[in-house]
């Protein structure tokens, strides 16, 4: 059986040898319009042949990496987020809203308060290093339902403290993904209070996606019936920038 990691390791070698014909190839709406297709098909596939409540694979607290990387941004630099920072996130509020009956003002203390989960589990990233990590964190439903979703929700979007030239990093999934047992906004790793480098005071776990979906810095979540007015319309600021896949299903 050939693995996801080989299958694309196989694809960057063959796009090595055929670069020139790829550039003209990635170039053309056509054959981007067509690469989209065939992710929609990948979201139906799997959802198709596997168990939306599966979980993703956990592991004992021995199997943990000594390191867990951090990548992307490790400090945002808005002078609100150091402040935040240098205060402990005391005062930090994660706002709930957008197409919910009744809009959320959480403290970091009383999300502390709420049950939480906790989960060892292995991060696989895009550019192609994993880490097996524990992270504990409220259940992103929990919040929702506080909220309470309005019947033309569709998508979760988070958006993010990280600054990413004239924007902040954003991010969104559906609501399988969102009400998965496994999809929390985690505020500890390793038995730690999150650290900033890994996204604190909250960061997205979306364990059955791959990692560029695990938003850092989550500091408002919102309910949407659509993603065509989230960014440039594809879902997520990887997605809008470069071409990324919207569903990234491991």
Same mark, same amino acid.
């Given at each position: ?12 070698? #063959? ?7 790829? !550039? ?8 981007? =319009? ?5 992710? %929609? ?19 004992? %607290? ?7 990387? %951090?990548? *992307? ?7 609100? $987020? ?8 005391? =005062?930090?509020?994660? #706002?709930?809203? *957008? ?31 994993s880490a097996i990590g524990q992270w504990t964190g409220v259940p992103l439903k929990l919040l929702l339902d506080q909220a309470g979703l309005?019947? !033309?929700a569709r998508y979760i979007v988070f958006h993010c403290a990280d600054d990413y030239g004239a924007g902040r990093y954003y991010e969104s999934? !559906?609501? /399988? !993904?969102?009400?998965?047992?496994q999809t929390i906004l985690a505020w500890g790793l390793n038995g730690r209070r999150l650290p900033v480098e890994n996204g604190a005071p909250?960061?997205?776990? /979306? ?9 850092? $810095? ?11 007015? /989230? ?8 997605? =809008?920038?470069?071409? $990324?896949?919207? $569903?990234?299903? /491991?």
């Amino acid at each position: 059986m050939i693995s996801r990691r080989a299958l694309i390791g196989m694809g960057a070698g #063959a796009g090595g040898l055929m670069l020139s014909g790829c !550039d003209r190839l990635t170039a053309s709406p056509t054959f981007r =319009d067509g690469l989209r297709a065939g992710e %929609a098909l990948t979201m139906r596939a799997q959802r198709l042949v596997t168990n939306r409540g599966a979980l993703a694979p956990e592991f004992d %607290a021995a199997q943990r990496s000594p390191v867990f990387r %951090a990548n *992307g941004t490790r400090r945002p630099s808005s002078p609100a $987020y150091a402040a935040h920072a240098a205060a402990n996130f005391a =005062d930090w509020r994660l #706002a709930v809203d *957008g197409r919910v009956a009744r809009p959320q003002n959480f403290s970091l203390a009383q999300i502390g308060t709420m049950p939480a989960r906790t989960q060892i589990t292995r991060h696989d990233c895009v550019e192609g290093w994993s880490a097996i990590g524990q992270w504990t964190g409220v259940p992103l439903k929990l919040l929702l339902d506080q909220a309470g979703l309005r019947p !033309d929700a569709r998508y979760i979007v988070f958006h993010c403290a990280d600054d990413y030239g004239a924007g902040r990093y954003y991010e969104s999934i !559906d609501l /399988v !993904d969102a009400f998965h047992p496994q999809t929390i906004l985690a505020w500890g790793l390793n038995g730690r209070r999150l650290p900033v480098e890994n996204g604190a005071p909250l960061r997205l776990r /979306v364990e059955r996606m791959l990692g560029y979906k695990h938003a850092k $810095y989550v500091e408002r979540i919102e309910a949407v019936a659509s993603l065509a007015g /989230v960014g440039g319309g594809r879902g997520g600021y990887w997605e =809008d920038t470069n071409d $990324y896949e919207w $569903y990234a299903g /491991v």
